[in-house]
């Protein structure tokens, strides 16, 4: 009997997990009643866990309010598949108009559950302050996680050890990565479009889209995506926007062109910010359109969706643009020193997580505004490897701390590294896309930016990085020094 309670750490292998969770504040003086919010978690076969946490606001009326971070955990299993899970979140973010201090969030939480299958049901308590506002509250709060399934292996790898085991099962691969942009129509008719009643205007945003092939769970031509943007131009300056769905992409042999293939998608999500009426904060998506294959693995996606807030007055017809890269194809790279195995087309990543500061300056914020002082941020970057020395990069920051709450940034670039020796490398990127909140003067939101990377090799796999550039805003008065501090991990994914 005792040996039957006693606690043990998980028994299985390396895992990516993939969260879903919702909570409810008890203390609802605040218009935020409630988040939902999405995590994608490495765990170890100790039980600790470590990854990354987006809460979105979706109950109450404060659609808009994201807060982006980190998080680490540590579960423990008892007989008959119950656990018990401990975890902390640091980060920071804000919007809806209820976060003017810094943003930061440092969220406890214990967590009691079950596995049934492949899935993992907890429901328990945290406690949620953010910082320079009025939201600090208990959290009631469920979860549900289930195993990636993803085709990945830690390090630049040529092959994936671990893969036939995941492949015996209904596994998924990373199929394609994409730069978004979309014109916001607004539906005036249907309402003004504006928390305070005034009538919207159109938008531009600009973003990423990274698609996996379900084909093993959901049969061919079927895919799913995670997509986030925010405002670049035109009304709406900080909105920002994040949507998960499903994608059908018809057979290439259906048209006389096999460069040319139809496509439909469907999502829910979460949206606000820019004083855009999405009320609570869900969304629904739609989109169809042609797929073009410009050249081997590069594809242009020109689509008529529309977009809608569930519960606000915020509706839109969105004419979208879509430049992707097909991982299947990163394998022909000659200047890469790494070989197909078994048929599997390996795709070289490197993700970072930091902090970042931004220096204060004269024009930073509005003229307006009274708050002074360095804007710090927590971040996370994705670099996909074009060769060994060149790549794509994708880049998120949330505030934490100099009095502009909602403040974020999205950008996209590309970057060049060299090694110096075995243990140090040199990178440099030229980055853009968009940035706003918290009263920092981005005047429209669209933001340039040029960085250089000096990174210490602490394992094979494990690197620290120092980090230090300018960014500008190319309307607005932000032309300041940023730098930062991370860690960088290699991994490797199949398709």
């Not at 100099?402 to 110096?420: K, N, R, W, Y």
């Amino acid at each position: 009997m005792a040996l039957a309670l006693a606690v043990s750490s998980t028994a299985n292998a390396d895992q990516l997990l993939f969260r879903f969770s919702g909570d409810y504040l008890t203390d609802q003086t605040t218009t935020l009643h409630g988040n939902v919010g999405t995590s994608l978690l490495y765990r170890f076969d100790s039980g600790l866990s470590f990854g990354g946490t987006i809460y979105s606001a979706t109950l109450g009326d404060a659609g808009g309010l994201f807060i982006g971070g980190y998080e680490v955990g540590q579960q423990f299993v008892f007989a008959d598949d119950l656990f018990v899970e401990g975890s902390l979140f640091f980060g920071g973010g804000g919007g809806a108009v209820i976060v003017p201090g810094d943003g930061m969030l440092i969220r406890p939480r214990l967590m009691l559950g079950k596995k049934v299958g492949h899935y993992e049901l907890a429901l328990g308590a945290s406690y949620m302050h953010v910082t320079g506002s009025d939201i600090s509250s208990p959290v009631i709060e469920f979860a549900v996680s289930h195993p990636l399934d993803l085709l990945f292996d830690q390090g630049h790898s040529s092959s994936c050890a671990g893969c036939i085991n995941t492949m015996s099962s209904d596994y998924v691969s990373l199929h394609a990565v994409k730069a978004v942009y979309k014109n916001y129509i607004p539906l005036t008719d249907k309402a003004p479009g504006n928390r305070n009643g005034s009538v919207i205007q159109t938008m531009q945003l600009a973003g990423a889209q990274f698609e996996f092939d379900m084909k093993a769970v959901w049969g061919e031509g079927w895919y799913s995506y995670l997509q986030a943007a925010g405002s670049m131009g035109g009304d709406g300056e900080g909105y920002a926007e994040f949507f998960a769905g499903g994608k059908y992409l018809t057979d290439e042999n259906l048209l006389p062109s096999k460069k040319v293939r139809l496509f439909a998608e469907a999502g829910l999500g979460f949206a606000g910010g820019g004083d855009v009426d999405t009320g609570g904060g869900s969304m629904a998506s739609a989109n169809a359109g042609i797929q073009w294959e410009l050249f081997r693995g590069l594809t242009l996606d020109t689509g008529i969706g529309y977009v809608g807030a569930l519960e606000g007055g915020y509706h839109a017809w969105v004419p979208s643009v879509k430049l992707g890269m097909d991982l299947g194809y990163s394998e022909s790279d000659s200047d890469i020193n790494y070989s197909r195995t078994a048929g599997l087309n390996p795709s070289y990543w490197t993700v970072s997580t930091g902090y970042s500061a931004i220096a204060d300056h004269d024009s930073l914020r509005y003229a307006t505004e009274t708050d002074t002082g360095n804007i710090g941020m927590v971040d996370v970057k994705a670099d996909m490897m074009l060769s060994e020395n060149y790549y794509v990069t994708g880049q998120a920051y949330t505030v934490t701390s100099g009095g502009a709450g909602g403040f974020a940034m999205g950008l996209l670039g590309l970057g060049s590294g060299i090694d110096l020796n075995d243990s140090w490398r040199l990178s440099a990127e030229g980055l853009a896309g968009a940035a706003a909140g918290g009263a920092i003067n981005v005047e429209g939101g669209l933001v340039v930016s040029g960085q250089m990377d000096l990174d210490y090799r602490l394992t094979e796999n494990l690197s620290l990085s120092a980090n230090g550039g300018w960014i500008k805003a190319v309307k607005g008065g932000l032309n300041g020094p940023m730098v930062g501090l991370g860690l960088k991990f290699d991994f490797t994914t199949y398709d």
